[in-house]
């Protein structure tokens, strides 16, 4: 039955996943997100199952609390774990239910005065800043992003005595798409400006422990993380694609002679290629 329920209603037999971009006017606001739908490789008819049309709602959601300021669902989560808060120990300081936290943290939007109560509780003097990509840096997470990245494309990233100077370029796009579209970069890491692109800040002296890294222990990557390198990766789709890119944007141009100068994560919503 599920093979059939996937299948294209026009015979061409199976429809296969994937990555699909859509704009949707939202409360006044035009919003863009993807998703992950089945495919006709044939015709090209797009339809999606129960579990993708839920995806999209929710990127909606998120996408339309990052572009009006509100903090996204993942934001609340994070934010409330990092203060070591249960979801009822939050609604008793945010004094509303435990189940409008629920709520919040799973897609709904909250109000602009529930969503101040929640800013003063959760990050009041913001303890991230706009160069960490509002996240606390994970060496684990950018190997994460490297390895995802090798399972949609056809060259390699982890590259012994490389020092990232390929890769560094896609995990940069991987932060900073998902800091611009999720709120939050991917791996915490900062970047500054090197000769040959953006590069990790530090890379001499982390790239080797990034290589060796156990990763059985990390934050997993999150579905909309996933989404955003198999995106990237049909763009980067050859090892220097994402280095040529970087080098091409508008905003890298304005900087790349301020060597050694980090890279604020605000230039993600002026990126050109992603």
Known sequence: MDNLKNNCPAGHGEMSNA????????????????????????????????????DAQLAIAENYRKQVGLLTGEEIKYYREELGLSQQQLADRAQCSKMSIVRWENGIIQKPASDKAL??????????????????????????????????????LL???????????????????????LGRGMTGATYAVMPHGPQLDNYADLFDVIFEYDTSDVEPLTKAEVLIIKSLS?????????????????????????LGQRISYKVSYKLTAA
């Open 119 to 156: 800013r003063d509780i959760l990050c009041p003097e913001d303890p991230h800043n706009e160069y960490s990509g509002n996240r606390d840096l994970s060496l684990g997470r950018i190997k994460l992003v490297y390895m995802e990245f090798e399972k949609h494309v056809d060259y390699s």
């Open 234 to 258: 049909k763009i980067f789709k050859h090892q220097k694609d994402a280095y040529v890119a970087s080098h091409a944007e508008p905003e890298w141009k304005k900087i790349q002679n301020n």
């Open 19 to 54: 990555i699909v971009s859509k704009e949707i006017e939202f409360r006044g606001k035009q919003v863009k997100y993807q998703i992950e739908s089945l495919q006709c490789p044939k015709c090209g008819l797009i339809r999606s199952t129960l579990e993708q049309t839920a």
């Open 159 to 181: 590259i012994p005595g490389d020092r990232g100077l390929y890769g560094a370029k896609n995990c940069w796009y991987a932060d900073s798409v998902a800091y611009r579209d």
